[in-house]
Nanobody
C-alpha cells in the first residue's frame, strides 16, 4: 500500500488549500482514513478522520468548521479541504490508513502513512 499526498504549498492567512491523498491497492474502501500533521518540535497530531463509507467524520477542535475531510472510493483518494487558514495550521500534513474499519485519533491505530506534504501559512 502506498499513500501519496499532494496539494501542499505556501498560502496567506485566510486562504484555502485542498490536500489530496492517492492510495494504491484494491481495498481502499475497506479502511477508515485520516489526516495528521506535525510541526517542528511537536508530536504528530490528529487532524481529521473519515469512515470507510464516508458517513462518519471526526475533527480536532481547532479545525472544526474550517476543515472538511472527504473521500472518493472510486478514485482511491481522500481529501482535506482547509479554509480560513491561520499560521497555526503550518505543518507537514500526512494521510494515513487505519488498521481497520474504525477511525481513531491515535497514530498507533494507523499502519500505512504517506510521505507528507508541507503546508505553510504566512500571517
Amino acid at each position: 500500500v502506498h499513500l501519496v499526498e499532494s496539494g501542499g504549498g505556501l498560502v496567506q492567512a485566510g486562504d484555502s488549500l485542498r490536500l489530496s491523498c492517492a492510495a494504491s491497492g484494491p481495498t481502499f474502501s475497506n479502511y477508515a482514513m485520516a489526516w495528521f500533521r506535525q510541526s517542528p518540535g511537536k508530536e504528530r497530531e490528529f487532524v481529521a478522520s473519515i469512515s470507510r463509507n464516508g458517513v462518519v467524520t471526526r475533527y480536532r477542535d481547532s479545525v472544526k468548521g474550517r476543515f472538511t475531510i472527504s473521500r472518493d472510493n472510486a478514485k482511491n483518494t481522500v481529501y482535506l479541504q482547509m479554509d480560513s487558514m491561520s499560521s497555526e495550521d503550518t505543518a507537514v500534513y500526512y494521510c494515513a490508513r487505519a488498521r481497520g474499519q474504525l477511525s481513531s485519533e491515535f497514530t498507533f491505530e494507523y499502519d500505512y502513512w504517506g510521505q507528507g506534504t508541507q503546508v505553510t501559512v504566512s500571517s
